[in-house]
Each structure stands twice: as C-alpha cells, then as structure tokens.
C-alpha cells in the first residue's frame, strides 16, 4: 500500500516543479519577444503576459508557503496592476499626460508601502548607521536626479500642470524608492534569497523609469518596447521570489548585524565623487539650480562627516570594550592576573609615597559546594563573593580574580588598615549566600603583605609571593588572616578566632 502511494507522491511533487519550472519560463520567454517584433501593441501584450504571471506565481507562493504577512505580496500584486495600466495609457497616448504617471506613481507608492512592511520589524542597535548609509546613498541620488532629470523638465515647461508636477516627483520617487532597497539590500542575509530577488527586481523596474524619465528631460530616446522590458523582468523576478521557500521571511521578524561596512563606505565615496563633479557637468545651471545642488551637496557632506564621526566613535568603544576584556575577568568583572601584575605601574603617581598591601584571599568551603550543586552554582557563589569584595575596598583600589575561588586585593594602606580591611572582608565573605540552588556558607583565608619601608619600589610578584604563604598558614591553622611578617613568629600574629574556618554548607 505504502509502495504504491510514494510514486504518486512523488509524481505529484515533480509535476508542481515542473509547472513552476514551466511558468518561470514562459515569463522569460515574453520578455525576448519585444525584441524579435517591433511592435508597439505586441510589446503590451507581452507585458499584460508578464504581470498575469507574476500574479499568478504570487498567488501560487502565498498559497503553498502561507506566509505569516502576506501583505507586502499583495502590495507588490497592486503595483504590477498600477504599472501595467499606467503603461497602457503611456503607449496610446501621443504625449505625457497626467493619468498614467498618477498609476504610475501609485505603483511606486505600493512598491515602497511594501518595502517599508518588511523593513520595519527589522532592527538592531546600529540601525542608526544602516540607515544613514542608506540615506546618503539616496541623497546622492537625488542631486544627479535634480541635475540630469528635474531641472531639464522645470526649463522646458511652459507652467506648473499636473504634467510637470508628476514629471518632477517621478525621479523624487525614484530617489526615495532607491534609499529604501538600499537599506533593504544591506539588510538582508545570505540565506534570504527571496528578498534578494525582490531586491534585485525593484533595482530593474527603476531603470526601467530611468529611461523613461530620461526621455521625458529630453536626453535620450528609447523605444518603448525597451523601456517596457525592464518592467516586464522586474515582475518576472518578484513572481520567481514568490515561488522560492524563503519568500516566508518577507515582513517577518529579523534581528540584524551590521556588516560591509566598508563596502557601503566605498559606495558612498563613489557616490561623493560623481557628486563632485555635478557642479563641472552642470556648468549652464542657473541660479535657482546651484541653490539647489549647493543644498543637497552641504547635506551629503554632513551626512558623510556625522557618519564619520560614528565611525569613529564606534571604533573608539570597540577598542575600550576590547581593552576591558583583556584586562578583566568576565565572571566577576574583577581585574585579571595580567591586569594585576600591571596596576603598580599604572597605579604609580596616584600610589607613590605610600605604604602598599596585598591581601589574598582564598574561599574556604567552595570546593563542596562546586562538587554538591554543580559548576553553574560555583559560578554563581564566585560572582557573589566578588560583589562583596568590592562593596569592601575603595574605588581606587585594585581588586583581582586571581584564579578559581581566589582573590587579591592591591590598596595604599598600611598595617592597620589592612588588618581591618581583612577583618570586614572575613566578615562579610562569613555571611550565608542565597544561591539559586540553596543557601550556603563558607569561610575565607587570607594573607596580607605589607610593602613596609620599601613603599612602591616594590613588586607585585613579591607582594603575591608573600601573601600566599602567608594564606596557607592561615589555611592550615584555621587563624582567618595571617601577616607575612609574622610568619618567623612561633604563633603567628593573626585575626580573633571568630574567624575560624566553617566548612559546613
């Protein structure tokens, strides 16, 4: 039973591909006949041929995939509609009248209603800086568009018409249009290949209306059935990203990363130096024209310093983040060994004069509660007695992790401070911990070298040498805090025996 329903399955799965296949193909096809037949009415029909099938493989995608926001496919739906009458009424019509640049550009404003659907859940905190790099990209689009495309139609009118008003907001449009698949394009992964195709389509319907617009400013003359084929593969392309899997991720949720910094750093400088040369290009452009230019031009210089300026300022926090990681521990956010090793020197103007102690500190006890809850409660208890260390010391003070369960103080004090500084330590390390697995208790054993007459001339690997035989003689004698000078002593000098070691948890 099972053998003879898997070949029907799978005949059934090859037949769908096959279709699409076949439908994509016949898409691509229409668009080579425009060139073969130079014929106005069979370049319309080619393109009724190519919007019916992209509306018909949108369909087909929003109903196999069911996406979770179908709404921008169906915006892209409308403006295929929107353009193809709008076309209509420029191919019968002798001149530019104001009928098909209102379809027109309300194909535009679904396009960019859709963009804007799949954009707008997308965010991060550098979107800032997509987002600028997008504008500026844009705004260099705009002034070539003012120069080569508004400014030629504002000449050449006899008055302020509908015609001319459309005229002048068609490159304004485009302009926008661009700054938003721009942001679309940096924004999109790898993997999103439907958004991509998308991308690249909406790409080729604008220069498609490139030269249209072109011919409307009276620089160029292209045939309409070259200026239809643009269009016609644009919607082939948005019909062939429905059909792929990925057109799910259209509108949805997308955490973004900033990456190619540098390649849209190079676009922007492209964009700077064709910017640079409009003034030169556009040598015969009047008064109110240099205003213009000399305008948008000041804004792209600025945009370029302030993106700049974050560029700077990012690089800035990255270095101090990556500085803070290499001198600190990430558990406890306490000094590191090689921080510690480093803080007499850095320390040294602040410190010089002044008698200096070392205090380590070992956790009594951590052992079995490491062994009892697990490594994620020992973590836990590492980070809770580090918080406490700190709430201890001064501000100035360097507090360290030196390693596991141990702990080394390094402040200005002399024999006296340190001994009550150890005192409050025990005391506090000697309170119970509230961990997520239970509450415990430990104790802590400390040694303490004192730098003496030798003040800052002193080293941290003799302070550290000190203390830690220090520590383990208040370790083995359960004495709570031990001094290194004291060590020649026969019953060391150490802490009140209230300080006994606990090992119960």
């Not at 705009?142 to 120069?147: K, P």
């Not at 459309?166 to 942001?183: G, N, S």
Request: proline share 3%.
């Amino acid at each position: 039973m099972g053998s003879d329903t898997e070949p029907a399955v799978g005949s059934g799965r090859r037949f769908r591909i096959c279709w699409r296949t076949l439908l994509f193909g016949c898409g691509v096809s229409i668009l080579i006949l425009p060139l073969v037949v130079n014929s106005r009415l069979l370049a319309l029909v080619t393109l009724y041929g190519s919007v019916g099938i992209c509306l018909v493989m949108i369909g087909m995608g929003v109903r196999k995939y069911r996406p979770r926001h179908p709404l921008p496919w169906y915006l892209l739906s409308a403006s295929a509609v929107q353009f193809m009458i709008g076309t209509t009424l420029r191919t019968f019509a002798q001149h530019r009248n104001p009928f098909d640049d209102l379809f027109t550009l309300g194909g535009y404003c679904c396009i960019g209603a859709a963009a804007v659907l799949w954009l707008r859940p997308r965010h991060n905190s550098t979107d800032h800086d997509l987002l600028l790099d997008s504008g500026l990209i844009g705004l260099g689009a705009l002034l070539l568009s003012w120069t080569f495309l508004i400014s030629p139609v504002l000449h050449h009118a006899h008055g302020a018409d509908f015609t001319t008003v459309t005229a002048v907001a068609d490159p304004v449009v485009d302009a926008l249009l661009l700054t938003v698949i721009v942001h679309s394009m940096i924004t999109s992964g790898r993997s999103e290949t439907s958004v991509r195709l998308v991308n690249l389509a909406m790409l080729v319907i604008l220069v498609g209306d490139l030269a249209y617009n072109l011919e409307a400013a009276g620089s160029a003359a292209l045939g309409r059935q070259i200026q239809l084929m643009p269009l016609q593969l644009g919607y082939t392309l948005i019909g062939a990203a429905a059909l792929h899997p990925s057109m799910v991720v259209l509108g949805g949720r997308r955490d973004i990363h900033s990456h190619r910094s540098r390649q849209r750093a190079s676009i922007i400088a492209i964009v700077m130096i064709v910017a640079s040369l409009v003034p030169i290009v556009g040598s015969r452009l009047d008064l109110m024209d240099r205003v213009v230019v000399s305008s948008l031009f000041a804004l792209l210089l600025a945009g370029v310093l302030l993106r700049s300026e974050r560029a700077i300022e990012r690089s800035a926090r990255s270095e101090r983040r990556a500085q803070y990681q290499a001198d600190h521990d990430m558990l406890t956010g306490l000094l590191n060994r090689a921080a510690l090793l480093r803080a007499l020197h850095r320390n040294r103007e602040r410190w010089g004069g002044q008698p200096l102690a070392l205090l380590f500190i070992d956790l009594d006890g951590f052992k079995r509660v490491n062994d009892n809850y697990g490594h994620a409660v020992g973590d836990e208890l590492i980070a809770n007695a580090a918080a406490r260390i700190r709430r201890m010391i001064r501000r100035d003070d360097a507090a360290a992790r030196y390693g596991g369960d141990e702990f080394v103080v390094l402040a200005p004090l002399a024999r006296k401070q340190a001994q009550l500084l150890a005192e409050r330590l025990l005391a506090t390390l000697g309170e119970p911990f509230e961990l997520s697995a239970a509450e415990v208790r430990i104790a802590a054993s400390i040694g303490i070298s004192c730098s003496g007459t030798r003040g800052i001339d002193t080293t941290v690997y003799e302070l550290l040498r000190e203390a830690d035989s220090a520590m383990y003689r208040a370790k083995e004698y359960s004495l709570g805090y031990v001094f290194h000078d004291d060590l020649q002593r026969a019953h060391p000098e150490s802490g009140p025996r209230a300080w006994r070691r606990e090992s119960a948890v």
